[in-house]
C-alpha cells in the first residue's frame, strides 16, 4: 500500500528540543520526501519566557547565543557558611530564550527543506503500515517518523519550582558582578529547601529567582510572594522588573520506557533530558539534537533522547532520595558538596562528565549515615522510595 507522506520526519513541539532539532537539519542536506521535517506547535508566538545557563568554555558552537558568561559561582547557606567556585577555562553561560528561539527559527525560515506549522495542536500518533500518522486539531500528517518533544505528564521524586525577575535599579545591586549566586540563602523548613539564584548582568541588572525543592510543586503565588519578601530583605523592592520567568521541574522521574509505535521517538524533557540531579537540559538537549541530526543526514533512523547511564542515574536518585527523606538536612547536604569537593569535580558531576575519582569525591563529602540507610531503603524493597503521584 502507498501513503501520501507529508514529511519524512514530523517534530512534535517547537520548544528547546524540537527547534534544536528543526535547525541543525535546516542547515543539513537531509533528503527526504515531499517536505523533508514538519515541525508543529500550539504556540503561535514566542516570548523572553525562559533562559538557560550552562558550564563550557568560552569557545563552543553556541558562543554566539550567549549573551552573559561568569568566571565564579557560589553557594551558600542561612547561616552565613559561603564556598566561592571557579574552574579554570570554564565559565558559567547564559542564553536568552528570545536569543534563541529568534536564531532557531531565523534558520528554519531560511531553509525550504523545514516548515513550521504554528497554531497546531497534535493529539493521537499510530504507526500504519511502514509510515506514522499524527492527529492535530488541524487534519492528519503522515511521516515516516516522528520526534515527540511534548511535555508529559511528570512523576517525580523531587520537584524544583521557581519563579524569578530580571530587575533593574537606579542604584548599584548588592551583588558582585563577576559571581553567580548559584545556591544563596539555603534553608530548609516544612515544604523542603529554598535558595535564591542570581545571575548579575552587571551593576545595575540582574535576575533574581527564588527556588524551592520538595515532594510535591509549589504553587507559583507562593513562589512569587517568596521572592517578594526576599527582594524586600536586599532592599530591592522598588527595583523595576523587566521580566518574569518561572517553572517546576520533574528531578528523578520515572525513565521514559521505549515508545510502543514505530518510528516514534520522544525527545526533550519529555524523552528524559532533565538531568534528575540538577534540573538542567539545555546542554544534553543540543548533544542529543546534534548526534540525531547527524544520523538523519547520514540516512540513518533518527533517535531519542538517550537513556542515562547506569551510574550516574543510580547516584541521582540516591542523592534526591536523601533529600526528599529528609528536607531538613538538604542544606547541610549541598554546603557539604560545595566544601567538600572541588569546583572540577562538581561541574563535572552536573555537566555530565563526572569520572568513577569524582564520584568518590561526592560520596565522600556527604554525611554517610542519611545515604547509606536509602541505599538499604532501596535494596531492601527492591525498588526506590515510593513515587510522587503526579
Ligand atoms: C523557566 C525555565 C528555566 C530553565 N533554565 C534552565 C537552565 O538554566 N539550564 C538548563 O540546562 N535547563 C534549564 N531549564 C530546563 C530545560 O532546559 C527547559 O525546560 C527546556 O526548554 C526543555 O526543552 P523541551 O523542548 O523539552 O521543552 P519546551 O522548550 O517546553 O518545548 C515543548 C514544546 O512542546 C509544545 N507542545 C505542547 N503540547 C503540544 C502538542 N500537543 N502538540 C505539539 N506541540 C506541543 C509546547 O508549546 C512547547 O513549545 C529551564 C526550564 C524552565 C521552564
Redesign the pocket.
Known amino acids: 500500500m502507498t501513503h501520501i507522506v507529508d514529511a519524512e520526519l514530523v517534530i512534535?513541539?517547537?520548544?528547546?528540543?524540537?527547534?534544536?532539532l528543526a535547525a541543525r537539519l535546516a542547515r543539513g542536506g537531509h533528503a527526504g520526501a515531499r517536505h523533508d521535517v514538519i515541525v508543529?506547535?500550539?504556540?503561535t508566538e514566542y516570548t523572553d519566557?525562559?533562559?538557560?545557563?550552562?558550564w563550557r568554555p568560552e569557545h563552543h558552537d553556541l558562543a554566539g547565543l550567549v549573551s552573559h558568561s561568569w568566571p565564579g559561582w557560589r553557594f551558600s547557606d542561612e547561616a552565613g557558611m559561603v564556598a566561592h567556585h571557579r574552574v579554570d577555562g570554564l565559565r558559567y553561560q547564559y542564553v536568552r530564550g528570545s536569543d534563541f528561539y529568534a536564531r532557531a527559527r531565523e534558520r528554519i525560515a531560511a531553509s525550504p527543506r523545514v516548515r513550521v506549522h504554528s497554531g497546531?495542536?497534535?493529539?493521537g500518533i499510530r504507526a500504519d503500515a511502514g509510515v506514522v500518522r499524527v492527529q492535530?486539531d488541524h487534519g492528519e500528517l503522515v511521516a515516516r517518523q516522528v520526534i515527540d518533544?511534548?511535555?508529559r505528564p511528570t512523576d517525580a521524586l523531587l520537584y524544583q519550582s521557581?519563579s524569578?525577575v530580571e530587575i533593574e535599579s537606579e542604584h548599584p545591586l548588592p551583588f558582585d558582578s563577576a559571581e553567580v549566586g548559584l545556591m544563596d540563602a539555603m534553608a530548609s523548613d516544612s515544604e523542603g529547601m529554598s535558595f535564591r539564584y542570581t545571575l548579575p548582568f552587571g551593576e545595575h541588572r540582574a535576575l533574581v529567582e527564588w527556588t524551592r525543592f520538595g515532594a510535591s510543586p509549589v504553587p507559583i503565588d507562593t513562589l512569587a510572594g517568596e521572592l517578594d519578601a526576599e527582594l524586600d530583605r536586599l532592599g530591592l523592592s522598588g527595583a523595576r522588573v523587566v521580566r518574569r520567568?518561572?517553572?517546576?521541574?520533574g528531578m528523578g522521574g520515572a525513565r521514559p520506557g521505549p515508545v510502543p509505535i514505530a518510528g516514534v521517538h520522544l525527545?526533550?524533557?519529555?524523552?528524559g533530558?532533565?538531568?534528575a540531579a540538577?534540573?538542567?537540559?539545555?546542554?544534553?538537549?543540543q548533544n542529543w539534537a546534534r548526534m540525531c541530526a547527524a544520523r538523519l543526514e547520514r540516512g540513518d533512523a533518527a533517535v531519542g533522547h538517550p537513556p542515562e547511564p547506569w551510574l550516574r542515574r543510580s547516584m541521582d536518585r540516591l542523592f534526591l532520595q536523601a533529600v526528599r527523606a529528609d528536607p531538613e538536612r538538604t542544606p547541610e547536604y549541598f554546603m557539604a558538596l560545595a566544601r567538600g569537593v572541588s569546583a572540577p569535580s562538581l561541574v563535572r558531576f552536573l555537566s555530565d562528565g563526572a569520572r568513577p575519582d569524582d564520584y568518590l569525591r561526592l560520596i565522600a563529602a556527604l554525611p554517610t549515615l542519611p545515604f547509606i540507610q536509602q541505599l538499604f531503603a532501596r535494596t531492601a524493597v527492591g525498588a526506590p522510595l515510593e513515587r510522587v503521584p503526579s
Open positions: 512534535l513541539g517547537a520548544g528547546c528540543a524540537g527547534l534544536s508543529v506547535d500550539p504556540r519566557d525562559r533562559s538557560w545557563c550552562f497546531v495542536r497534535a493529539g492535530t518533544t511534548r511535555p521557581f524569578g520567568e518561572h517553572g517546576v521541574l525527545a526533550g524533557v519529555g524523552g533530558a532533565l538531568r540538577s534540573g538542567y537540559g539545555f546542554l544534553r538537549i
